[in-house]
Structure formats: structure tokens, C-alpha cells
């Protein structure tokens, strides 16, 4: 079992920036990657950014891309989520997620390993 904390959230104005921090504990070897969603409310749970264990290529989302940026940090079990010239569109309850056995990095349901989300508003 992999656990995963998120912290990070908070409000902030349109054009501000916030940095999110998923850390995995548990079996984390087992892990090949590690992924940021949002979910706004009345809204399906959207796929953000990626980041794969071995090479840490990474994924963007095409309205993130350009704003956020998605790095990890291997001794401590942690991937950051840089996001700048935030929007208000991008307010939602941001969450971590990780290992994905099949599937697209974008698609929800093909991760095994959930955090509980953590909340990020932008007012204009």
C-alpha cells in the first residue's frame, strides 16, 4: 500500500502562484509514476500533470501547459506542483495520485493510489 499526503493549498489572486506537495509513503517502489488532478465542483475529475519514477518525463494538460510545472524529489518521496499565472478556472480540489498500471496518465481510473485533495481558489 502507498499512502499520499497532499499540502500546499490555499486562496490567492489571479496572476499569483502556489506550489502544491504530494508525499508518498509506504511501498513507493512500486510506484511508476505520480500525477496531479483537479476536480471543480459539478465537474468530472480532470487529469493536470504526470511524472514518471524512471526518466521523470512528464505530461501537462493543455490548459496547464506553459503555467505549471511538475518535478519530483526522490529521497524524500515527493512531487511538487508549481503553478503560476494561476486563473480562476483553475480553482478546484487539487489531488495526488499515483502508480498506474494501464491506462492513459489522464484518465482517473487508472490509478491505484489516491490522496485526500487539498483545496486551491483563485478569486480575479
Known amino acids: 500500500q502507498v499512502q499520499l499526503a497532499e499540502s500546499g493549498g490555499g486562496s490567492v489572486q489571479a496572476g499569483g502562484s502556489l506550489r502544491l506537495s504530494c508525499a508518498a509513503s509506504?511501498?513507493?517502489?512500486?510506484?511508476?509514476?505520480m500525477a496531479w488532478f483537479r476536480q471543480a465542483p459539478g465537474k468530472e475529475r480532470e487529469g493536470v500533470a504526470v511524472?514518471?519514477?524512471?526518466?521523470?518525463?512528464?505530461y501537462f494538460a493543455d490548459s496547464v501547459k506553459g503555467r505549471f510545472t511538475i518535478s519530483q524529489d526522490n529521497t524524500k518521496k515527493t512531487v511538487y506542483l508549481q503553478m503560476n499565472s494561476l486563473k480562476p478556472e483553475d480553482s478546484a480540489i487539487y489531488y495526488c495520485?499515483?502508480?498506474?498500471?494501464?491506462?492513459?496518465?489522464?484518465?482517473?481510473?487508472?490509478?491505484?493510489?489516491w490522496g485526500q485533495g487539498t483545496q486551491v481558489t483563485v478569486s480575479s
Open positions: 509506504g511501498y513507493t517502489y512500486s510506484m511508476n509514476c
Open positions: 511524472i514518471y519514477m524512471g526518466d521523470s518525463g512528464t
Open positions: 495520485a499515483a502508480h498506474r498500471p494501464r491506462g492513459n496518465w489522464f484518465e482517473a481510473g487508472s490509478y491505484r493510489y
